[in-house]
């Protein structure tokens, strides 16, 4: 079912360190047709093969690209390498293992878009691929790839690496932002928006890693080409994270419009020790948890709008009839309550009391009202909270409070059972 | 212009408004709590949110900016639930002990809740208790209150370019605190009081002194008399409930009678005796080639700044006290001699529109013979309000009286010092007649005066055309002061004072000092000046009488003595 | 000495403030950030100590109290929990004896939880200092920790 690998095509068949395997497996050769390429022309081909921003938001990457073109003076691009959702290790691999792919796609949005400097934005916890990530930028600016006049042409450009140190919000765009600028991962009040007033109050662009590496496969084959793969919902292939329950976790290339059950059934070979699937989380802790009836839907960012959520990053977690989903919430709840950054009001202090409520429900201590209270809780922080954090954190109560409303009020009437016979 | 939808009413107004500001200018309500005019939009309470048609979730109406055909709803249920939940949230990580709170009744939060109609928190309380900071004696920093709005780190950081507030830590254990979590005492804070005039509850607060003096009063053994600064009398309606602005002279002095003190002064009687002695000293100054620019020394809060983190700075400020220390050093010698009391058992009290001055008045380098404080307690505008309200005075039905004698006569130059560049303008009145032989014609130095945060004047003293400049918030006076550090600046005369507007827009000032509180307490500041019978300090005949019968003239040996004090370096911590 | 080598390795500019906080928590063998040095680190970029905390409290990679030379971080979230059979939390606690965010008599060994580390697809993981251990087993585990005890990483 893989019918294109593109971004993982070179993955263990390169040296991660050596620039020469990149450029031996024709590396570098689209940028430096994107070199002889009018910036509008290439601005157009990638409006045409309709790419959607692969870090979870799913905004059109072209919208992004050409406002912060029309933008003047010095602009920076930074790389979103913050990868912290759990579940997710997509960029980890593909800074590991392909690092030139993610620079050539970097140096194309810059080139096409009049930027001078990139940040790439590394987790702090992702030691190894910082050492390689330097080490390409290194070899880059050596074989000039990086630096003045880039390879006989006008354009120069740098890329510096940042690193971050424990804050799952600074992927957050303006969180991140800020703590390039070496500051407290805190959200900025938008507008104005990071293309707008981003890295030292310049405008700045901001795309997650896959979707860097995903420009030098559209200028190759053609933004039209591109669009043809997926379905008419988005296009291109995507990577996705599949852990938990399955024979066969590990990083799938897979073309939009697949099914998630394909994923788990084809790729992941199932469930482990023959178990029946009971929840699916998507896209990571941010995730909606999907019963097993509604693994037939395709990994795309439309259709799931049906439950105010998105496929995220790519991240499937499987798991099996053994866990209860009160735990899985409850480890949810906890990752939050330690990654709010305590910014604005409702996340910081609804995290905790979100925490309180779905403890009742995993010490089987919850009546109606708690039932209620979180219901209210979670869609009050999901719907007032300042960034993307607070405003998903609630997506695996709110899909469940959905999917698996008998499960709580099962629960409750479990509470009462155990109150009246145990005290 | 954009044309947008209300709660179903039409309404036009300015591009780049905010929904809030645009709401407001028609009077639609829609409340807000970490909001504050002059200040950051944060945007952090996100109590106000308001519905947008055709917009995902809800939207703060603080920070999102008005569009042509915006539809907008400020109050559905969802909304209503939504700020309704947030504020059960901040009620259930705060110590809610709203009747031993200070700012019981005046608390935007408490306010908020009340507005709302918060009957029960479904929420449980997940206060963890917290030191309070009570050592320094000027400001109370209690974290158990605070709802880390960020307005005090704003006004700290932006304003006064201090940095002593940060958050500290991240999630639902962040503070708002000094480095390393410490006492505001160990930290180079200047006391300023900006935290606490800008914070909505009672998390920050002046040293409540009150109950000091109410003992003092009604202990026989001591004489207990007031002094009452300049920009008191233009705040203290506020305080009370009246209009902003509105200058109280008489009742003022007739509902401080009332409290029971045995005499109340007037600071402003001090204010002309600094202009003297500064004055002179800057005549001095000129005519022997002394250090250059002289600076100001009226204003504590900048005293501390200067002496913890500009030890250069030092030779260059006046060495004269601040009136309110001249009023306490005179009221524990000239008066006590005069009167005939022993020094020990008069008892000064100040009431300042500044939290700093409390902190000056326990100076050791302040103090009669080395051990009788100048002064022996501050009070703040707003704890002298709290004293009328205890003791359940009717402003309005009150008469009015004029200050006591010897200190209750003064000048307009005097009245000046409650506004930025009012301590300028009062100098060159008299220092202008001194060194040019000849009445000024026009005595009102307007480029002195108004918000601007740095402002100047050049005037003709003698063959000498001589510079002066102003500033107003500490983040301004840095700009002076580094110049002078450089040797770049211009200026013979540099005033500072550390609260934005001068001493009417100070920390111990009433509750919602915006900058329009602030002008109109300036020009109600003018107002006073235009209306007195003397406008310049020399021409204050019981400052003549003080020199003639005490002080023999400015600057003399007996007036250094007792009028003039040191400044020394202070290794960057209070 | 090493604050001082790490502050030479970058431009004196305010934005380096956190690369420099993170070269001094790694590198120093006690893996923390004094007061003193936040003191210096202020000094030297020319910003005030309150901002320097702000910073050093936000992120968890950085303690402002003393850690073990080897910090072992267990991953706690979803994907590690569903394929952690045998605990890999208790594990580590029994063999050092001692509990989450405690650090060993001998400064050897500080015990952390972590967010998710991307290993998922080879959970369950855990971290010590810079080097990922995935695909658990309780033997793997104890066998790992007891290199380390035996100064194999010393």
Redesign the interface.
Known sequence: MIERIELTKRFDKIDPLSIKNYLDFGGYEVFKKALKMKQEDILNEIALSRITGRGGAGFPVSIKMKSFAKESGFKYVVCNADEGEPGNFKDRYLMEKDPHQIIEGILISAFSTGASKCFIYIRGEYAKAIGIMKNAIKQAYKTNHLGMNILGSNFSFEIEIRRGAGAYVCGEEFALIESIEGKPGRTRVKPPFPTQVGVFDKPTLINNVETFCNLPFILRIGGTEYSKIGNEYASGTKLISLTGNVKNKGLYEVPYGRTIREVIEVLGGGVNDNKKISMVQLGGACGAIIPESLLDMDIDNEKFNIFDSKMGAGAIIVMDESFDMFDIILKNMEFFQHETCGKCMPCREGHIQVLNLIKKFVRYSANEKDYLSLESLAQVIHETALCGLGQTSMTSIISTMKFFKEDYQQRIKESLFKEEYYG | MVNLRINNIDITVKDNMTILEAARQHNINIPTLCHYPDLHINSDCRICVVEIEGYKGLKTSCSTPVSEGMNISTNTPKILNARKTITELILSNHDATCTSCVRNMRCELQELAKNLGIDINRFENVLVKKEIDNHNPALIRNANRCIKCGRCIDVCKEVQGMHVLEIIGRGHEMEIAPAFGKYLSDESCTFCGQCANVCPVGAIIEKDNTNTVWEKLYDPNYHVMVQVAPAVRVSIGEEIGLKTGLISNGKLVSAIKRLGFNNVYDTDFTADLTIMEEGTELINRIKTGGVLPLMTSCCPGWINLAEQEYPEILPHISSCKSPQQMFGTLAKTYFAEKENIDPKDIYVVSIMPCTAKKYEATRKELRIDNENPDVDIVLTTRELGKMFRQMGIDFDKIDEVEFDDPFGISTGAAVLFGATGGVTEAALRTVYEILNNKPLEDLEFKSVRGMQGIKEASVKLGDLEVRVAVSHSLANARVLIEDVIAGTSPYAFIEIMACPGGCIGGGGQPYGTTNDVRLKRIASIYEVDGNMVYRKSHDNPSIKKLYKDYLIEPNSTKAHHLLHTKYSMRSGKA | MILQKILESYPVS??????I??DV?KQKENHFIS?EE?TIISNHLGI????????V??????STTPRGKYIIQIC????C???DDFNVLKTVENELNIKVNDTTRNQKFTLEF??????????PAM?IN???YTNLTREKVIKIINDYKEGKYD
């Open positions: 305010e934005d380096y403030l956190l690369e906080l993170i928590d007061e936040i005030k100590e309150s901002h320097v905390c702000s910073v409290s936000f992120y968890t990679l950085l706690k979230d979803v994907p929990y569903l394929n972590t967010a998710c580390i991307g290993c998922c697809d080879e959970a971290r810079d080097s990922t």
